[in-house]
């Protein structure tokens, strides 16, 4: 309101104190007499006014977004997890309603599986789609692409196909892995693919050679819902990933007797945090499928039968 004459301005600032404590108060109150500030200043200079952070707001949010520094033990998941292997290499790494898959049986089949990726000139951070639905052998088969380098693109099976079909297109797909013999939507039939089906690969694949996945390296894309229009992918690298996975695992206390629940979409992110947070662990996984979630009771006797202990 204006002040005592023309001249001046009077500015007064309530807060509610049973809802904002009065450092919270000030700091708005700082903060807005700072734009005040500066955009009478720029005014003056002829320059835009308004800053959307000042610059020791930006160092306040950064300090809180970053939190604790902490060297990562290894540039990359794919090597975490053959360092697993070595060391505890009959424990389950998946289990489901028909077998137990160690973590040696799970290395060894990624690492035939990224020689397969590899013999078809796979390029460092190219992705590869995989079409599937919620697969029990979709760990082994993200697992194996990352070690060949490759960037995980999910094609989840309960998707429009023209939805699959731009998702593949945007993201510059060559290289399509499809699992359980799952049909290729029509919208996908004419693209330029290779279509690789796991089940049909020689067992006698050679492995391959270790390959040294760095942290900068593209690890998975994501595409947003597109409800603001088309969809948009969101690249992720493996840094990032394997800082998810240490850290998380950590704060819930994870063990490598624990067994983990993995029921979500291919195509969601919880699918690909509780893949890291439980294989970091050292922990198993227990997949399940969609008749499988609609089945309430039946999710109780799943968990007594598998021994789960986590789920999100």
Not at 31 to 45: F, P, T
Not at 107 to 136: F, Q, W, Y
Not at 145 to 157: D, E, Q, R, T
Request: charged share 20%; aromatic share 8%; proline share 7%.
């Amino acid at each position: 309101h204006e002040g005592q004459n023309d001249q001046t301005l009077a500015l007064t600032w309530y807060a509610n104190a049973g809802v904002y404590t009065h450092d919270t108060a000030l700091t708005w109150f700082e903060s807005l007499l700072g734009w005040i500030r500066y955009a009478v200043d720029a005014l003056s200079r002829r320059e835009e006014p308004l800053p959307l952070l000042f610059p020791h707001e930006a160092r306040q949010l950064q300090t809180w977004q970053e939190g604790p520094r902490r060297a990562l033990p290894v540039p990359s998941f794919p090597e975490l997890f053959r360092r697993l292997a070595e060391k505890q290499p009959h424990r389950p790494a998946i289990v489901t309603a028909t077998a137990t898959h160690s973590y040696q049986a799970v290395n060894d089949r990624s690492d035939r599986l990224a020689r397969t990726l590899l013999d078809l000139s796979l390029r460092r951070g190219e992705p590869v789609a995989v079409l599937t639905e919620r697969s029990a052998a979709l760990p082994e088969i993200v697992l194996g692409l990352w070690k060949a380098g490759g960037c995980y693109l999910p094609l989840s099976a309960d998707l429009p196909g023209e939805r699959l079909a731009f998702m593949a297109k945007d993201a510059g797909v060559r290289l399509l892995i499809v699992l359980d013999g799952l049909a290729l939507p029509e919208e996908l039939l004419d693209g330029p693919y290779t279509v690789i089906r796991p089940e049909e690969t020689a067992v006698d694949t050679p492995p391959a050679s270790p390959l040294a996945v760095m942290a900068d390296d593209l690890a998975y894309i994501l595409y947003t819902s597109g409800s603001t229009g088309a969809p948009k992918g969101v690249m992720l690298r493996h840094a990032g990933m394997l800082n998810l996975g240490l850290e998380m695992s950590a704060r819930l206390g994870l063990r490598s007797d624990d067994r983990a629940l993995l029921m979500a979409s291919p195509s969601f992110d919880l699918w690909i945090s509780d893949l890291l947070v439980t294989w970091s662990a050292g922990a198993a996984l227990v997949p399940i499928r969609r008749e499988e979630m609609n089945d309430i009771e039946g999710m109780k006797a799943l968990f007594r039968q598998h021994g789960v202990t986590v789920a999100t």
